[in-house]
């Protein structure tokens, strides 16, 4: 009953006239990203972040939410229409995607996307509205010590958000966390590493940071390299699927609904791991592999379903824990924290206008996404003509104006572009910018909990591991740890043997 009457709670939080309106706009600049090639979700977060500052709480973390999943729809469009993803987790459309366009099929691949994502979001959003609760009434039992092995444990997860080299991403996390230490220690008062700069003397700007990392390093990747394609020009057809194509299609979006929900939750999972899996689950169980790649619209429905579940399994960690389970989701811990807003276990008692607003949201975003993506996409095909010269320095112009406007001050958008150029340089070197903005966030956090926890001992480190629930979330953390270090050395030795192959074959 508590959960019902949350809910309804939430949607008389979301169904406002202010409230709709970000979460329709949050909605439609996803929709707008997701079409538009070489921007992506995260790029779009970090730079609309500043211009949610003065926004009560509710709608700016509404309507960012709404740019993360309506990227998710949107990103399907370009995927099948000119073989283009629009962001990451639509590579995999792709490949059933334009094919089923090329055979004059654009219009029910559209469909089935578009349907199949509403379907998953809409079952994803419900999974999430009934397990979250049960794990926020977990975490309330927490106290400094449970609250230090739960960070612990973040900053290990987070190293299982990267694609690449591990080593790299405890680099980076490294890297974070002494950015995190700069500015007034958090007991005595004192300066740290500020080298006599009072601008800094608070700690960097979150927002500079964020938007030089992802903002203005995404604009330099894509400028460096414009994305190209052949632009469709068939006739889209009809955009409702034939009973064919949902009887084919209707095992495959429930599929990767749950798998996409499922890999949302875990560390690492998010989105674009979601996709893939479920399109290597339809190509194992359909008794015609050999269509998959030549247009199976299965190719496109159980991965579209995917991504989009993935949305609200990502958002259970972060509403309830604190943690975020990818980058995307990282940045909206931000925004919480910017907002003034702590996000764990205490954010559904404190804040539950926040909480319950959100997941009400999706339900709401969902219906909305439906109706911008069937009968408007004339005009998201129009918008793929627009030249990459107008579109990239009118985004970083944006960039500057809504950093300075974060502070009021140069000196914050010279950070931004700074950390910028530190972005650009980190993703051409295959180090993922990511962990460094989770150690930067979590970083205060985890000392302060520290501390807090020794003053309780008297300096003692035996409360770590006395207290049950503290000890199990360490120990988890060191398994972690152990199965990252196993799979370093498993690959590393799968890496020397297939060398020395290569050696002998060419012998």
């Keep these: ?68 999943y309506g990227a998710m729809y949107g990103g399907s469009t370009t995927s099948i229409l000119v073989n283009i993803p629009g962001e990451a987790a639509s590579v995999i459309t792709c490949l059933d995607g334009y094919q089923m366009a090329r055979q004059g099929k654009a219009g029910r691949a559209l469909g089935i996307a578009a349907l199949g994502s509403f379907f998953a979001g809409t079952l994803s959003t419900a999974a999430l509205t009934l397990f979250s609760p049960v ?28 694609a690449g080299s591990t080593l790299k991403a405890v680099v980076v996390l490294a890297l974070g966390v002494f950015f995190s230490t700069i500015g007034l220690d958090i007991v005595t008062g004192k300066e740290r590493f500020t080298f006599g700069l009072i601008e800094i003397s608070g700690g960097f700007e979150l927002v500079a940071v964020i938007m030089g990392l992802f903002g203005v390093s995404e604009i330099l990747l894509n400028m460096e390299k414009m994305a190209k394609g052949e632009f469709f020009k068939k006739r889209l057809g009809s955009l409702l699927p034939t009973r064919a194509d949902w009887r084919a299609s209707g095992g495959p979006i429930l599929r990767g609904s749950l798998l996409g929900f499922g890999l949302g939750v875990l560390p690492g999972g998010g989105p674009t791991t979601a996709s893939f899996f479920s399109y290597a689950v339809e190509r194992r169980v359909s008794k015609e592999p050999q269509r998959f790649g030549a247009g199976a619209i299965e190719g496109v429905a159980g991965p579209e379903a995917a991504n989009n579940a993935a949305v609200g399994g990502s958002l259970i ?36 206008d926040i909480y319950w607003g959100v997941i009400a949201s999706l339900y709401v975003g969902n219906v909305m996404l439906l109706v911008l993506n069937l009968p408007l996409v004339g005009l998201w095909v129009q918008l793929l003509k627009l ?68 003053i309780m001992s008297e300096g003692s480190v035996s409360i770590f591991f006395t207290r049950p629930l503290t000890a199990v979330l ?34």
């Design 135 to 162: 794990l926020v009434a977990f975490a309330l039992r927490f106290g400094p010590p449970e609250y230090f092995a739960l960070m612990a444990l973040g900053f290990v997860i987070t190293l299982f958000m990267v």
């Design 1 to 68: 009953m508590d959960i019902l009457s949350g809910l309804i709670g939430g949607f008389g939080v979301i169904l406002t006239p202010a409230n709709l309106y970000y979460c329709f706009l949050g909605s439609l600049v996803g929709t707008l990203i997701g079409v538009l090639p070489g921007i992506g979700p995260l790029a779009t977060l970090s730079l609309l972040l500043p211009f949610t500052f003065n926004l009560p709480a509710v709608s700016a973390i509404v309507m960012l939410a709404a740019i993360f």
């Design 387 to 454: 030249p990459y010269w107008i579109l990239f320095p009118n985004i970083l112009l944006l960039a500057v104006v809504g950093t300075y406007s974060a502070g009021h001050s140069f000196f914050d958008v010279w950070v931004m572009i700074a950390f910028g150029m530190v972005g650009y340089a980190l993703r051409k070197l295959d180090y993922e910018p990511a962990p460094f903005v989770l150690a930067l966030v979590l970083g205060p956090q985890l000392e302060q909990a520290l501390r807090q926890s020794l």
């Design 317 to 352: 960690p972060l509403l309830s824990l604190g943690l975020p389970s990818n980058a995307v989701t990282a940045l909206l811990l931000g925004a919480l924290i910017i907002q003034g807003v702590q996000p764990g276990p205490m954010l559904m008692t404190q804040r539950p």
């Design 474 to 507: 360490l120990v988890l953390a060191a398994a972690l740890v152990a199965l990252l270090i196993v799979g370093v050395w498993s690959r590393r030795g799968l890496s020397r043997r297939l060398t020395q192959a290569l050696k002998e074959s060419s012998r």
